[in-house]
């Protein structure tokens, strides 16, 4: 669609442009800049400590010079491991100022899922915090090739946290343990193991800055339908759009306040909380997981202005007793995305506090934002109209023509968030993209329509996921883990409804005849000992066989059909 076209459309927000340049520069500079023009502004905001930009950008150009020094060169990936804190956000910043590259990693994950992200990614340095250190450290001692880590720099939270006298008063009882706790260094069998602290108070040389526009910035892994999680390969430019393109969505400021709750490892929490509200030179409310009267709290405290959530924490924090304890006056943003907002939900927010949920579209491969609804003209249950530069289209699944207005089909978008392509996979980004009228198009893999005005709706999904909180749960995946049981013969994993978590995770399992004593809670048991907690199905069926087509093949959406006509 063409720039005239969605000015044309009578909600597109009439301050903003259809399509804007992205920065010739590197993320880095977004800090660089908001550090001299607001030396003394905090910008990340910790429980009872406070970062100012100045000593940001001081802490950045520290740990780059380490990375650097460990032999970190241009292009180089390293993982950050981290729950939210300030350390993730710090570590981020430093990578891309050494010119290499973020692979950001679920702080869920075990050692046997983290081993390949090690190994494909071919990391050499990793940094995450003491309570994950020793699941870090495992997963490279259990790689046997060359592609391991050489070198693992570990922080502690309260590296961060407690006032002078060593006071942690400001932290919530419930985390107390976890955030003030100094767990020993693991070992690493073929590598060194560094304090954070010492590397941030090394005396090594920044090396020049020579990262840009199309060089690599973040390799986030995604998973499908097939095989293991695959890279998607986002340059500076990709993110740096949409982290500028959101901030301004969003009537971003410096004065704006963000809560940052959503996960940093997080396509959507990286780009549009954190890395927009660097770009905006606003301040960064970080809570390292998620708590209804925590959130209240410091909302209120710190009189945040902009929260992108998930609706699961609406729906939570709205049930919280303390509710009418918290002064929300001064949110004027409240959004985001991973599934549909109740229409019940959206009424009370709006009724009691006036504030209308805005929902938005996106994937990684796309550095999240594609389809975003106007803040003034939010739509519930709405993907959103094409956001900025973004040119969104629908088409037949099995032609590829261009859909009509109101016509169900594959959403396909292009614009400069577009990654370039899935990570050493040149098969997967072949079928990745499709091209139109001369320019390259990602397929989403969502089914969908255009309604009037611009509106875009999804209706069903071309790829098997599951959507559980706004986590992403790839069947095939869980799938290949499941069989590793020793008493699970098959299994077939699907989704079910579910009235917080919208859907969650159903495994149909055939049990072998040695394990008929087998139980939905052991297979839970062990499934959460081997992988990330929220993969883990919630709901195991025993069966004695699965339907299968001619060729053998498991028929798993005649299983998810029949889920979906029970639930109703």
Known sequence: MTRQEKRSWKVWPARLPAAMEPPTVSLWDSLSVSAKRYPNKTALAFFDSRITYAELENAVARLAARLAALGVQSGDRVLVVMQNCPQLVIAHYAIARANAVVVP???????AELR??????????????????????????????????????????????????????????????????HHPLPSLGRGAV?????????????????????????LPYTSGTTGLPKGCMLTHA?????????????????????LAVLPL???????????????????????????????????????????????????????????????????VYIGGGGSAMPQAIAERL????????????????????????????????????????????????DTNAEMAVGEQGEIVVHGPQVFRGYWRRADATEQAFITIDGKRFLRT??????????????????????????????????????????????????SANDAYRGETVKAVVVRKPSHTGLTEQDII????????????????????????????????RRLQEAESARSQ
């Open 445 to 494: 893999g969502d089914l969908g329509y255009q309604g009037e005005a611009g509106y875009f709706f999804i209706t069903d999904r071309l790829k098997r996921m599951i959507n559980a909180s706004g986590y992403k749960v790839w069947p095939a995946e869980l799938e290949a883990v499941m069989f590793r049981h020793p008493g699970i013969q098959e299994v077939c994993v699907i």
């Open 525 to 556: 048991d062990w499934c959460r000992a081997q992988i990330s907690a929220y993969k883990a199905p919630r709901i195991v069926q025993f069966v004695d066989a699965l339907p299968k087509n001619a060729s053998g093949k498991v028929m798993w």
């Open 350 to 397: 709006f009724d009691q506090f006036g504030l209308r949920f805005v929902e938005g579209y996106g994937l990684t491969e796309s550095a999240a934002v594609t389809l975003f609804n106007p803040c003034d003209a939010p739509k519930l249950q709405c993907l959103g109209i094409p956001f900025i530069s973004v040119d969104a289209r629908v088409i037949d699944i």
């Open 194 to 218: 560094h304090h954070w602290q010492d590397a941030l108070q090394a005396q090594d040389v920044l090396p020049d800055l020579v990262a840009c526009r199309d060089d690599l910035a973040l």
């Open 105 to 111: 990693v679920n702080p869920m994950n075990r050692a």
């Open 265 to 331: 490892f997080h396509i959507t929490g990286l780009v549009c909380v954190m890395h927009a509200s660097i770009f905006a030179g606003g301040t960064l409310v970080i809570m390292p997981r998620w708590d209804r009267d925590v959130a209240g709290q410091l909302i209120s405290q710190h009189g945040v202005s902009h929260w992108t959530c998930i609706p699961t924490m609406i729906i939570d924090l709205l049930a919280s007793p303390q509710l009418a304890q918290y002064d929300f006056s001064s949110l």
């Open 238 to 258: 990709s993110v740096m759009h949409n982290a500028m393109a959101t901030s301004f969505w969003l009537d971003g400021t410096p004065e704006m306040v963000s």
């Open 116 to 181: 390949h992200y090690i190994s494909d990614a071919q990391a050499t340095v990793a940094i995450t915090t003491g309570d994950l250190a020793g699941e870090v450290a495992a997963a490279s001692d259990g790689i046997e090739t060359a592609d391991h880590l050489h070198h693992l720099i570990v922080s502690q939270f309260a590296d961060v946290i407690g006032s002078s006298n060593g006071s942690f008063s400001a932290i919530p009882a419930q985390w107390r343990d976890w955030l003030t706790a």
